[in-house]
């Protein structure tokens, strides 16, 4: 954003806390990381929503404003982040929010099905 003139050479520039840019909800059990990106986020100006529970994220996406969602994918009770995001995707209400998938680690199958992928998009 740039500066608004108040004054003949007076300037005024919003600290980025003071401008909504649009809410984020963080979805990753990991309380450390839920926190540093609340933090950081906040701290930009976003409007942040936790949770660890796929369930919870699906309720509160399709009960609240959600411009974007960060996902991870190893979440706990039974609905991973490859659920949340089939069904995120399925609603009309959620289908339009945009997902980043993040995660802090991958089984060897898990990094071998994503090699295999990007290998068959890349000779498509």
Known sequence: ???SRLTSGCYWAPSASAVRKGSVLVVDDD????????QTLSGLGFHVRTTASGRRALQLARQE?????????????????????TLLKQDERTAGIPVIVITGSLTDEEIKQRQVLALAQLAS
């Open 1 to 3: 954003m740039l500066p």
């Open 65 to 85: 404003q959600t411009d974007l969602i960060l996902l991870d994918l190893k979440l706990p009770g039974g609905m991973d982040g490859y659920q949340v995001l």
């Open 31 to 38: 309380r450390d990381t839920q926190g540093l990106l609340r």
